[in-house]
């Protein structure tokens, strides 16, 4: 196959910022995708409606003329969120979930959720509401190795917490591990979860591998080759609680490239490209609309989008930068050649 159309997608877990990174960077989600879910962890984050309604008219704002791209804007739940701004959510037209970061869990979450336990009556108010709850799903305590932090949390946290509420929509983040994947296969329909590209296209080689390659770096962190079968496997197996979420998460250039690098990968500038070359990997394109355009939207209760994108198998080169007058952003990739390409949105 060298030409594959689908139905516009959609990315459920995007990272924008702010100001001229902001700026920079939306294009290229909104040149392919119809819609984003937004997350909050903005400094200082967004925590109620009206800062979400603020952030969604400054990504508005800066979307080339003419876009129809529509940011789906999340806030960030802390110890201190009211459940009357649960219910403003539940009534809000543009805001559609509460993100949850466990305290210090990655980029911009020292504002997170320390004690889940504590946090359980805001869980039981959007249940009431049906608010969606989106989880960033690792624990944060030192004494636990990075590589377990996921499994830990799925075993000490999220499988209590689904059982506690059985009703509650979440969606368990950026999957890595096959625990995991078999956790979200065994629950109900309620709970699913999003793959990003990187977790089905790299494994822990890619970031340590030959010398340390900060811009796999990521959290949760790309673990063994087994886990990214798993993830592949679901991705590509048309099962509706599987869906796209790339975590894009741009960071300069210059921060990623010092003594501590922050966590994220740049994949926006070319995300169903990537997703294509991976479900190419294992003869599944066939079930890429699915997992793109379809499970999301209905997951959420939003319409499918009517219109379409068309890749091609056409070579080329990712810019080593994407810059702007005072931003420099070294994206996924950088440098290479990909074989995908989308030709029109």
Request: aromatic share 10%.
């Amino acid at each position: 196959m060298d030409k594959l159309t689908i139905s516009q997608p959609d990315d459920w877990h995007l990272h924008v910022r702010t100001g001229s990174i902001l700026r920079t960077v939306i294009d290229h989600s909104a040149r392919q995708f119809g819609r984003a879910v937004i997350m909050p962890n903005l400094k200082p984050p967004v925590t109620t409606v009206e800062q979400a309604l603020n952030y969604r008219q400054e990504i508005l704002d800066a979307l080339p003329l003419g876009s129809a791209f529509q940011p789906l804007m999340t806030l960030y739940l802390t110890a201190n969120t009211p459940v009357a701004e649960i219910k403003k959510v539940a009534d809000a037209e543009h805001v559609y979930a509460f993100k949850l970061y466990p305290a210090g869990a990655t980029t911009n979450s020292d504002a997170g959720v320390a004690d889940i336990e504590a946090a359980y009556p805001l869980f039981a108010a959007m249940e009431k509401y049906d608010v969606p709850l989106l989880i960033h799903g690792e624990v944060t305590d030192a004494e636990y190795d990075i590589f377990d932090r996921e499994k830990i949390f799925i075993d000490s946290k999220l499988s209590r917490l689904t059982r506690q509420f059985p009703t509650l929509r979440i969606v368990v983040e950026h999957l890595t591990t096959q625990e995991a994947v078999q956790f979200v296969e065994s629950t109900g329909d309620n709970v699913a979860a999003t793959i990003t590209p990187q977790h089905l296209l790299y494994n822990r080689n890619a970031i340590l591998a030959g010398g340390i390659h900060p811009h796999y770096y990521c959290l949760p962190i790309l673990k063994r080759e087994h886990h990214r079968q798993a993830l592949l496997k679901a991705a590509s197996s048309g099962n509706p609680k599987f869906f796209l979420g790339t975590d894009s998460a741009p960071h300069l250039t210059a921060l990623k490239e010092n003594s501590c690098g922050c966590a994220g990968c740049y994949s926006a500038h070319a995300a169903l490209e990537l997703y294509a070359e991976a479900f190419e990997q294992v003869g599944a394109l066939d079930k890429l609309e699915g997992f793109a355009s379809f499970y999301g939207a209905d997951f959420y209760g939003l319409p499918r989008n009517t219109s379409s994108v068309t890749l091609e198998k056409q070579a080329w080169r990712v810019p080593d930068v994407y810059a702007d007058t005072d931003v420099a952003i070294t994206p996924l990739r950088a440098g290479e050649q990909l074989q995908w390409r989308v030709v029109s949105a």
